[in-house]
């Protein structure tokens, strides 16, 4: 058993420090260039797709069942067949349903954008209200929080527990507050903690009695069957019917892609949501687009074919990333276990393992691992206005770099966080 | 020589009419079922470019020259040699071009969204202003008038000239009326008229001096490559060098895509200016999206290589499209020459044919030939608002159909042009 720091003596703290220091000088020399920053797919996981570059093939009939060519214009909301594959991932009905590009972040900023300039469902478009809030439970995932923040919209931080978003919160601001227009959430291994949101709090989600007609939940279920650990995976309750169950039908966009199932960037990503709020927003769909890439939507269809076949992929990602998951775990219990300067999760899906330091350390911390060639994402960034309050939360993201580049960055990493928060509490 | 109708007596229209009713009734009992509604390649032309479905395969690298994984995260402006074929084709820098997602119309409607929310480079959000005005030189594209109409948008008709738009009018508008913020423009083989902007026409919009300083043109340059007639291909001054050299170096955006050299909905598409206006662009695509299909991106530049290989394509798209146009042309021409009742553009590029009929007869003519089973674009569609004032204008599309299908459909056509004059001249 470790001892841990804060019952070291000064003297003991002083010691450590220069043993640190010199560890970290030699990790300097070593002159690593490693990225933990994004939760971006290896190349060996990109490599388990390559097949779909050649499935539609110079003699490919690229009809859909329904006999629509696949190559021309037509169908705005995506062809059937998609529509079944994306469904099926969110576990809902293919007729709440829309197929769109090649990731879900512009659908959820189209949405958003679209509530500026047009309302919701016949709602006074949100460009012409004088405050617009939003609920950001943090640590949260920071492309949400940057399209909030660049429509000008306030960020209201709703603390996360074991089991999801602060709902005694998120109850207080959203049945209160006609303001409240709209919360992030990731549902399932969240960005970054992993969590899965627990029935108790999918019910409660769905039970919301709004101020705003206009409120909706952004349902981010980007890692729906992302798991670590196939055999174990955890469930999540499908918010549409239990939405639809609790007299709030219209309440919820879900939205999901195959940006880490297939190719980040090059996927397809789609929304579900009620028929009402579909119509409302193909009523602008139409007019933007002339329908989204029906070819790369069919092949898709063609590669994966169902949720069974989209599984098997899934097991197969798992492979590659379990073992660098657990080797971020196990040298961060090995390094840190029984010192009392650091907490994190153990995540069993998703991209990322949530770490938290002692108060006040996060930025120093990832500025120190920078220094020795080994990127984090911005320290703060897991929170509204890239602010987190009390400068602890750390994202560690460890699908890029191989296994071995893992272990080193790792290892860097907790020698970071030793040296920081010696410092931390010799500055007390 | 065919008799003008206007120089019939009313006995003779009469005779005439019964013998048009009579075949237009024979036509009906034929059962036509024929689109010539909107601007869709064929299935040969689709086919022509079925090589790109296997030009990627299972065994190809697919990173950029610089070394850039195409199938990861990163790069929101398109691959380096993307931007260079786009470049190409719009005559510009790739300095000066950022490549999009599938097809260029989302790119317009996000610009004009941006500058709602937004406002341009520093101006004042679009949404906060009581009244925001573009031109909108008709007939034109109906979808480019459905994206103002949708963000409410007071559009102008300009009435277009032999060689453009009425620049006088334009000019009065433009540098007087800070509320006017756009002007519609596809300067090549424009729809539906395939009129070619004069090098004068582009010189005076380069230099206008906009009483607004978020004035901006909307050049959609759609028909680029798209000639009827490769020998004879019309030339068409660059904007953006125009524009430079007048000091207006911000004042255009210019779209293109490949939506009609490859695949519609499944091509590549393109937004050219300023590296000042680019950048603002970056400032919210950041926001908005994780960057578009790079592998599509790639896919495109292993088949065309350069404007070459793009112009080799055109040409054969050409060889299959003349002969359709001709059909029309000729049918127009044997049918209605000398008759004095209607008036149509013979071009040489683009992908419409525009005919003007007496006044007050489209929107009946284009009925008729709908309840004998040949759909045309809506009457009026290609004025603002879908108000044709003198309801003269109708806009045929002879891609999509068969040579054989299109004879039928023109003949049909050329049928109710003839009895919808007759009726209207015997009401008169």
């Known amino acids: 058993m470790m001892k841990a720091y804060k019952d070291m003596s000064k003297e003991e703290l002083m010691t450590l420090k220069a043993e640190l220091e010199k560890a970290y000088e030699d990790a300097k020399g070593k002159g690593l260039k490693l990225d933990m920053s994004r939760g971006k797919p290896s190349a060996s996981q990109l490599d388990l797709c390559m097949p779909m570059m050649s499935i539609l093939d110079t003699d490919s009939i690229l009809n859909t069942a ?25 576990g809902v009905k293919a007729d709440n349903v829309i197929v769109c590009g090649n990731a879900s972040l512009p659908i959820m900023y189209d949405t958003i954008s679209r509530s500026m300039t047009h309302g919701v469902c016949g709602s006074t478009p949100w460009c012409k209200l004088d405050t617009i809030k939003f609920l950001c439970p943090a640590p949260g995932y920071d492309r949400h929080f940057a399209i909030t923040e660049h429509f000008g919209i306030e960020m209201i931080t709703i603390p996360m527990t074991e089991e999801g978003p602060d709902m005694d919160m998120v109850e207080q601001y959203v049945n209160n507050d006609a303001a409240v227009k709209g919360i992030w959430c990731v549902p399932k291994y969240s960005n970054p903690q992993g969590i899965v949101y627990s029935d108790r709090v999918v019910k409660r989600f769905a039970a919301l009695k709004p101020a705003a007609e206009d409120f909706r939940i952004f349902w981010d279920n980007a890692y729906a069957i992302h798991d670590l650990y196939p055999d174990e995976e955890e469930n999540l309750l499908d918010i549409l019917s239990e939405c639809e169950k609790a007299g709030n039908p219209d309440m919820v966009y879900e939205f999901a892609s195959t940006s880490k199932v297939s190719f980040a960037g090059s996927g397809i990503a789609a929304v579900a949501s009620s028929v ?22 069919l092949r898709h269809v063609k590669y994966f074919k169902n949720l069974a076949g989209l599984k098997e992929q899934m097991k197969k990602h798992a492979d590659i990333m379990r073992p660098k998951f657990e080797a971020v775990l196990s040298i961060l219990e090995r390094e840190l276990g029984g010192l009392g300067i650091a907490e994190w999760i153990s995540p069993k899906g998703g991209y990322f393992i949530s770490f938290e330091s002692m108060e006040g350390c996060a930025k120093a911390i990832v500025a120190k691992c920078k220094e020795a060639g080994v990127v984090m994402t911005g320290a703060g960034a897991t929170y509204p206005y890239g602010k987190d309050p009390k400068d602890t939360n750390i994202r560690i993201a460890p699908s890029f770099p191989t296994p071995e580049e893992m272990a080193q960055a790792a290892e860097l990493f907790v020698l970071c966080v030793k040296l920081v928060s010696v410092e931390k509490l010799l500055a007390a």
């Open 276 to 297: 009402k709020n579909l119509e409302f927003m193909k009523k602008s769909m139409t007019i933007q687009t002339i329908g989204y890439d029906k070819i790369n939507q």
């Open 66 to 90: 329904e006999g629509m060519d696949c190559r021309n214009y037509g169908i705005l909301d995506g062809i059937p067949e998609a529509k079944e594959l994306m469904a099926e991932i969110m």
